[in-house]
């Protein structure tokens, strides 16, 4: 399995423009996480997913962002409009279910917003 | 709920030391304790996992862990470092159901100095 992948995996922007993450689990997963990491907050999980079901949104930041997932394959994290302390890497995790919550992540998209 | 307390943030080692990351939790079930590696520049990946059965577990590069239930403890050891282990370690715990979530700790940063 080629794992998790996410793209892109670097991003520069300017504040004030919309900024779209993408996530493709490992298939036969049916739980997706999207995290943030920064060196002052560390490691913050912002939504997770269940069957393509939004479980648990309550880590988001605010309004600006949002997260869908269409379908078992595919998930988006979006921020609309972004701002400079957006700034970070974005992970996405995925899990099976059958590991007790052993965790997949992908690679990470680094998010500069200038 | 669960939590998560790594109590060293930072740990400097010389190669070929001894190294011990403390790791403590709290939950009022019963718990599944991981122990993800992150590298620079890269997302977790999981090192080694206690789920059931012996309490002492093992990584494929020397790490090992041990769950302790009367000190609600999950430490990580290894009795020679090498170089190549710098890098960022989390320990998580997940309670095997919310759908594969997992509460991280803050995470230790192991330096290895030659």
């Known amino acids: 399995d080629a794992g998790v992948i996410q793209s892109p995996r670097h991003e520069v922007t300017e504040m004030g423009q919309e900024v779209t993450l993408r996530c493709k689990p490992i298939?036969?997963?049916?739980?997706l996480f999207w995290y943030r990491q920064t060196m002052m907050r560390g490691l913050e999980l912002l939504i997770y997913?269940?069957?393509?079901?939004?479980?648990?949104d309550s880590g988001m930041p605010e309004d600006r962002f949002s997260a869908k997932m269409p379908n078992a394959s595919f998930s988006t994290l979006k921020i609309q409009p972004s701002e400079p302390r957006d700034s970070a890497v974005y992970f996405c995790?995925?899990?099976?279910?059958?590991?007790?919550?052993?965790?997949?992540f992908g690679p990470g998209t680094r998010l500069t917003v200038t | 709920a669960q939590s998560v307390t790594q109590l060293d943030s930072q740990v400097p080692v010389f190669e070929e030391a001894p190294v011990e990351l403390r790791c403590n939790y709290s939950?009022?079930?019963?718990?599944?304790l991981f122990w993800y590696v992150q590298y620079p520049n890269q997302g977790l990946q999981l090192l080694l996992k206690?789920?059931?059965?012996?309490?002492l577990v093992e990584s494929i590069n020397g790490f090992e862990a041990e769950f302790n239930k009367s000190q609600t403890s999950f430490h990580l050891r290894k009795p020679s470092v090498h170089i190549s282990d710098t890098a960022e370690y989390f320990c998580?715990?997940?309670?095997?159901?919310?759908?594969?979530?997992?509460?991280f700790g803050d995470g230790t940063t192991l330096t290895v100095k030659p």
């Open positions: 939950s009022s079930v019963s718990v599944y």
């Open positions: 995790a995925s899990s099976s279910g059958q590991d007790a919550g052993e965790q997949y």
């Open positions: 206690y789920l059931s059965g012996s309490t």
């Open positions: 998580a715990v997940s309670v095997g159901t919310n759908a594969g979530k997992s509460t």
């Open positions: 298939s036969g997963h049916n739980s």
């Open positions: 997913f269940n069957n393509n079901v939004p479980i648990d």
